[in-house]
T-cell receptor, first 116, second 114 residues
Framework: DSGVTQTPKHLITATGQRVTLRCSPRSGDLSVYWYQQSLDQGLQFLIQYYNGEERAKGNILERFSAQQFPDLHSELNLSSLELGDSALYFC???????????????FGPGTRLTVL | TQLLEQSPQFLSIQEGENLTVYCNSSSVFSSLQWYRQEPGEGPVLLVTVVTGGEVKKLKRLTFQFGDARKDSSLHITAAQPGDTGLYLCAGSSAWGGGADGLTFGKGTHLIIQP
């Protein structure tokens, strides 16, 4: 158990819909990361938040957005869903040490999104 | 865009054999991590290598970071069925500016047959 929790574990929805994925980081971790894992693209970094503020952006679509709340939990919002958005979505957290060349990221169990 | 190429993509060997998985890039990374992922679960960190030329050993697993910090390898000695899983390498480019998103290779699916 990494200490990172994600809900829901599974989500089935239809094209055009909007969903929200939730992540609670490990106690004490200030950074939260979102990743998407699909069979053809592998694990891809979407976005990072640090202590409530956006820190880095990866291959995140404009239809997707995220935020980190004062209690440090994070939500990933996916809208106008398409079939190709079906994937595993992982949240990871780290302490978020500024100036550090390494900062271990601990991954949650993921949310499996199926768009029908 | 930074890319990490992992090879082989699939590997099926007999218990007791040795194997090596490679992770290569044209980009330089501040650190490189190896993860193992089981079906339906999140990746679990095995090791982080930071210094060019660094070698780390974790029981039967040996990890090496290339001198130029562009490549890494994972060597497993006397593989066991419990080693079966998806092995992922991931590079970080957080050069003293705080952590950022990792760049992952597509992984090596390893099956160890008893």
């Amino acid at each position: 158990d990494s200490g990172v929790t994600q809900t829901p574990k599974h989500l089935i929805t239809a094209t055009g819909q909007r969903v929200t994925l939730r992540c609670s980081p490990r106690s004490g971790d200030l950074s939260v990361y979102w990743y998407q894992q699909s069979l053809d693209q592998g694990l891809q970094f979407l976005i990072q938040y640090y202590n409530g503020e956006e820190r880095a952006k990866g291959n995140i679509l404009e239809r997707f957005s995220a935020q980190q709340f004062p209690d440090l939990h994070s939500e990933l919002n996916l809208s106008s869903l398409e079939l190709g958005d079906s994937a595993l979505y992982f949240c990871a957290s780290s302490v978020g040490l500024a100036g550090a060349s390494t900062d271990t990221q601990y991954f949650g169990p993921g949310t499996r999104l199926t768009v029908l | 865009t930074q890319l990490l190429e992992q090879s082989p993509q699939f590997l099926s060997i007999q218990e007791g054999e040795n194997l090596t998985v490679y992770c290569n890039s044209s980009s330089v990374f501040s650190s490189l991590q190896w993860y193992r992922q089981e079906p339906g679960e999140g990746p679990v960190l095995l090791v982080t290598v930071v210094t060019g030329g660094e070698v780390k050993k974790l029981k039967r697993l040996t990890f090496q970071f290339g001198d130029a910090r562009k490549d890494s390898s994972l060597h497993i000695t006397a593989a066991q069925p419990g080693d079966t899983g998806l092995y992922l390498c991931a590079g970080s480019s957080a050069w003293g500016g705080g952590a950022d998103g990792l760049t992952f290779g597509k992984g090596t699916h390893l099956i160890i047959q008893p």
